[in-house]
């Protein structure tokens, strides 16, 4: 039986910010004053005519109708709201007419606080609170920040305005936009597209689709234009499924980096690539709403563009049953990718591209349509391995959110186990030992499916050594995708030792070591989930020439823009960017996604700076840098400049 709902809305949950019915209907102003045992916050609200908002203290179906929340736990306010202004009591129906204290003129509430640790300047919290109108009910939420006389202010500086990236001492580095990762991400959209192809969804309408432009047209080249377009349509139409991530994007450039390494959508994800996996078992189906395929279906009959248009986006809706796992992998690889909305432009395109072309090309040449196999129980196969596939996916979501918390739950040997019992089911799986619901007996063994078998045979024997202790667990084919080296079960991990111990979110201290020891700072913005940097620790830091160069003549510090551990109450604040946009400082890895940004014009990761103990940018930034003479280069040209402003 199909599971009927959105299945490609959960992939864009966790992306919206849900709001109340009116904003506005219950506007806040905070103040603090400062009493002879502590502090006390006092908020105070203007309320909308003909709204209501439910008195502090108040039972709501188990939650409290006003609530208080500090980032920092040393801060609580273990007293109930005192509360000024006239209040009304009502029969709530909506809650079987259970009396509230309701304010509907405005009121001010007062709540002392108990702070365990240094007093902050600048405190930072969250008031929740319950509003509505009639029948009506909303939840709010008002962050704000409230000033503590005499509190202290530890706050880290984010902008630092002596680094001029424009001018370097040396023009060495990455001075523009690459365009390697860019092409990557669209050849692998385009081999995505490709492989959706290949699913029982989408290969049995390619003859029937051609078919019907080539006979329904009035001639061969009108037939061949409309199914030209009918692919550009379907191209165009996945690339719109990218415009709204650009909104999001300009909203706040690190958006995209904070969804990638979020841990609750990397927990979603797990969970919808299981659910996608056993729904590619065979065991249901996940599609799109009926009444939204037979309403797109029904203005897709003529060969107008405009009908045309609507058969790509037919084609889009029924085949997203089987285009939908792939997609969704593509979406979130591009994301953890941290490469923002623009790579994820160019993944959909790919993959549009990929989706389209054999549409086109075979309306060119129909002849070639009887070289095509016919549909039949290899399709289930493949969409069976495709379903082992985003489990391997599913443990990788896990692992993130794993690695970002720190849990200690799915360490390198775990993971790697994980892959190479997926590895074994589906070699199992492809050999006919295991069958699957619609799976017919294998009766003969062609030579693709012989190759296949013999692929994940072997990919499966080369992961086992990822699980020893030895010199062999490296794995260097899929560096950074498993946990990092050192994140393993053992005590002693023999590959763990680099040699390099860089400083670890302490940029002030690793600058002051920088003017102690006479060296240039060598700043490795980072990730806990970002894959290619994992790639350069275990692949490029290890290099001997790499590796010297980065012990004996930097000082290095590693700074993780999604790391979640909390900031002390006198660290955190409301910084104002350069673009005038007010942002939270909460966590470590706000701190320094912030500093990232607002120094470096950049929110990808690895990002790779250099700066004199002065802070004068020595060379632009590197990035990605796979080849290690490539980055040893870049370092001797680093080190070159500093010794030249030294001498």
Not at 95 to 123: C, K, S
Not at 190 to 218: M, N, R, W
Not at 301 to 315: E, K, P, V
Not at 533 to 544: A, Y
Request: charge should be positive; glycine fraction near 10%.
């Amino acid at each position: 039986m199909p599971i009927r709902f959105a299945a490609l809305f959960l992939l864009f949950i966790p992306f919206l910010q849900l709001r109340a019915q009116d904003s506005a209907a219950v506007a806040w102003q905070v103040s603090s004053a400062k009493l002879s045992s502590g502090y006390q916050l006092v908020f105070k609200a203007t309320i909308k005519p003909g709204w209501q908002l439910y008195g502090p203290d108040q039972d709501i179906s188990g939650s409290s109708s006003m609530e208080l929340l500090f980032a920092d736990s040393s801060i609580n306010a273990n007293k109930p709201f005192i509360s000024i202004g006239k209040s009304i009591k009502r029969n709530i129906s909506l809650f079987d007419n259970r009396p509230f204290i309701l304010y509907d003129t405005g009121g001010t509430f007062t709540i002392p606080l108990l702070i365990n640790g240094a007093i902050p300047a600048h405190l930072l919290g969250t008031l929740n609170f319950f509003y509505g109108k009639n029948n009506e009910f909303y939840t709010g939420s008002y962050g704000f920040t409230a000033d503590l006389a005499g509190g202290i202010s530890n706050a880290a500086r984010i902008r630092i305005p002596g680094l001029d990236l424009k001018n370097p001492v040396s023009p060495c580095g990455d001075s523009g936009t690459s365009g390697k990762g860019l092409l990557s991400i669209f050849l692998l959209g385009l081999v995505g597209g490709f492989i959706a192809l290949l699913t029982p969804c989408v290969f049995p309408l390619i003859p029937l689709t051609v078919s019907f432009f080539t006979k329904k047209a009035d001639s061969h080249g009108k037939g061949i234009g409309h199914a030209f377009l009918y692919g550009f349509f379907i191209f165009l139409i996945y690339l719109l499924l990218s415009l709204p991530f650009h909104l999001l994007d300009h909203t706040d450039p690190e958006v995209l980096n904070n969804i990638s390494t979020n841990v609750w959508l990397n927990l979603g994800f797990f969970v919808i690539f299981v659910v996608f996996a056993i729904s590619f078992f065979g065991f249901f189906e996940i599609n799109l709403p009926g009444s939204v395929a037979n309403s797109v279906n029904n203005k897709s009959g003529g060969t107008s563009i405009a009908g045309i248009f609507f058969m790509a986006l037919t084609l889009a809706i029924v085949s997203f049953s089987c285009t939908g796992p792939i997609l969704g992998t593509l979406l979130a690889g591009a994301l953890s990718n941290n490469g923002g909305a623009t790579q994820l432009t160019f993944g959909m395109g790919g993959f549009g591209l990929g989706l389209a072309l054999p549409f086109a090309i075979f309306a060119l040449f129909p002849g070639w349509l009887s070289s095509l196999p016919k549909s039949g129980g290899w399709l289930a196969s493949v969409k069976v391995v495709l379903g082992f596939l985003e489990l391997a996916m599913a443990v990788k979501f896990l692992s993130n959110a794993d690695l970002v918390q720190q849990w200690g739950l799915i360490k390198r040997e775990i993971f790697i186990g994980f892959w190479v019992l997926i590895g074994l089911l589906i070699t199992l799986y492809l050999l006919g030992k295991i069958r699957f619901p619609h799976d017919s007996p294998v009766q003969k063994f062609s030579k693709l499916r012989i190759g296949f078998i013999a692929l994940f045979a072997a990919g499966t024997i080369y992961l086992i050594p990822g699980i020893t202790n030895t010199e062999s667990a490296n794995l260097s084919l899929i560096s950074g995708f498993p946990p990092p080296l050192c994140y393993s079960v053992y005590r002693n991990p023999v590959n763990c030792k680099q040699g390099i111990e860089p400083q670890r979110n302490d940029y002030e201290k690793a600058l002051a070591l920088a003017k102690t020891e006479h060296k240039p700072l060598l700043i490795d913005f980072t990730g806990w989930a970002c894959v290619n940097c994992r790639r350069m620790e275990e692949n490029v830091w290890t290099d001997n020439e790499v590796k010297k160069l980065m012990k004996d003549s930097f000082v290095v510090v590693s700074l993780y823009v999604d790391e979640r551990r909390l900031l002390p109450g006198s660290q955190q604040m409301t910084y104002t960017t350069k673009d005038s946009t007010n942002k939270k400082i909460i966590t470590v890895g706000d701190k320094w996604a912030t500093f990232q940004s607002e120094n470096f014009n950049a929110v990808s990761q690895p990002q790779y700076a250099i700066v004199s103990p002065e802070e004068k940018i020595l060379t632009y930034t590197k990035g990605y840098t796979p080849r290690p003479s490539e980055f040893s280069g870049w370092l001797n040209c680093g080190l070159k400049a500093f010794r030249g402003i030294v001498h």
